[in-house]
């Protein structure tokens, strides 16, 4: 059972066109954070939201967390071919005793010039 | 800021053999160090958590004979893959949190790609 479920997986666009990409869960998050990872290297923070309803702007991204942070989106407006990669939402929770982050399946995102 | 290194970037070995992953926090001291597994087009799964000085703490279904952690300083952990086979290439990443990072953030390394013969 996964715990954070990302989706779409997979999803290929135009540039010029809008996405948004959801991670949701049964469970609640003392926050959630998003990645975006290039093939061969590692996750790259984009954003940390952590109180419920947030919403951050980051450019051409808006992420917003959830009223009951439990849920969290991710849009991209005017998508270009450079924001082409995985994204991947992080939430953080604690359990056996330590704070850690479950990873949704991330979504592969290819925006076609 | 908050810098994480990884070495080496990727390794090739032969069934059998040891092979160890060093993790590095560059400018910031790290408490607590995780090592992630990712295959290919998956998302990453968490392998264990180690805080320094004490001894790390496995995820159900990780051998912690086989993959042994050492956080012997703020700045470094290390990943032994021991008798490594075949089904253990992959991309080893790790990341880091210090004391001062907020909402628990990580930042994570470049990762390592370790493919067993």
């Known amino acids: 059972t996964q715990l954070l479920e990302q989706s779409p997986q997979f999803l290929s666009i135009q540039e010029g066109e809008n996405l948004t990409v959801y991670c949701n869960s049964s469970?609640?998050?003392?926050?959630l954070q998003w990645y975006r990872q290039e093939p061969g290297e590692g996750p790259v923070l984009l954003v940390t939201v952590v109180t419920g309803g947030e919403v951050k702007k980051l450019k051409r991204l808006t992420f917003q967390f959830g009223d009951a942070r439990k849920d969290s989106s991710l849009h991209i407006t005017a998508a270009q071919p450079g924001d082409t990669g995985l994204y991947l939402c992080a939430g953080a929770r604690r359990y056996q005793g330590a704070q850690k982050l479950v990873f949704g399946q991330g979504t592969r995102l290819t925006i076609n010039p | 800021g908050a810098v994480v290194s990884q070495h080496p970037s990727r390794v090739i070995c032969k069934s059998g053999t040891s092979v160890k992953i060093e993790c590095r926090s560059l400018d910031f001291q790290a408490t607590t160090m995780f090592w992630y597994r990712q295959f290919p087009k998956q998302s990453l799964m968490l392998m264990a958590t180690?805080?320094?000085?004490?001894?790390?703490?496995?995820e159900q279904g990780v051998e912690k004979d086989k993959f042994l952690i050492n956080h012997a300083s703020l700045t470094l952990s290390t990943l032994t893959v021991t008798s490594a086979h075949p089904e253990d290439s992959s991309f080893y990443i790790c990341?880091?949190?210090?004391?001062?990072?907020?909402?628990?953030?990580?930042?994570f390394g470049p990762g390592t790609r370790l493919t067993v013969l």
């Open positions: 180690s805080n320094e000085g004490s001894k790390a703490t496995y």
């Open positions: 469970s609640v998050f003392s926050s």
């Open positions: 990341s880091a949190r210090g004391v001062a990072v907020p909402s628990n953030e990580q930042f």
